[in-house]
């Protein structure tokens, strides 16, 4: 067997670095369905960053943040959308939304395992992703005032 040099080892790295790089970029981005019933994907919020909120009709921590999580929506710099914790139905989330208040995008993942994020083992829990849909970061508990002001500054100074 031949000696293979530095070189060549640099080389063969960086030809499987490009090859899991072009199959990662080939592979679908992750699809939910929202209350309507609509298929979504998450490359459908491509562009700026989006703020992914797990929340359940049972934890009054994720009720209190909707209306401010709604007002982030509103603003229009990080796209918001909700996850129910528990499974639902398109025609849940819409009763849920209704009867809650809830002025955000809430959505039913396809496939949690194909999303950038794993799936909370608390609530409320946020994953901030950045305009092309890598995890930036989370955000374990009740999102305040203070704490939007500072992801919204940190999303700002984003390159």
């Given at each position: ?83 129910n ?41 946020s994953y ?7 995890l ?24």
């Amino acid at each position: 067997m031949g000696r293979v040099s530095g070189k060549d080892m640099e080389m063969k790295r960086i030809c499987w670095l490009i090859v899991a790089a072009l199959l990662g970029a080939c592979s679908p981005a992750p699809r939910f369905t929202d209350a309507t019933g609509q298929a979504v994907s998450l490359s459908d919020f491509a562009g700026k960053p989006l703020l992914v909120n797990y929340f359940a009709p049972w934890c009054a921590p994720c009720l209190r943040e909707m209306p401010l999580l709604a007002a982030l929506h509103r603003e229009g710099q990080i796209g918001v959308i909700a996850i129910n914790y528990d499974p639902a139905s398109p025609a849940e989330l819409t009763a849920l939304a209704r009867r809650h208040g809830i002025a955000v995008p809430l959505l039913i993942p396809e496939d949690e395992s194909r999303l950038p994020f794993p799936r909370p083992g608390a609530l409320p829990t946020s994953y901030l992703l950045d305009g092309e849909g890598r995890l930036l970061e989370t955000l374990v508990g009740e999102l305040d005032e203070a704490r939007l002001v500072a992801l919204t500054a940190r999303v700002a100074a984003l390159p």
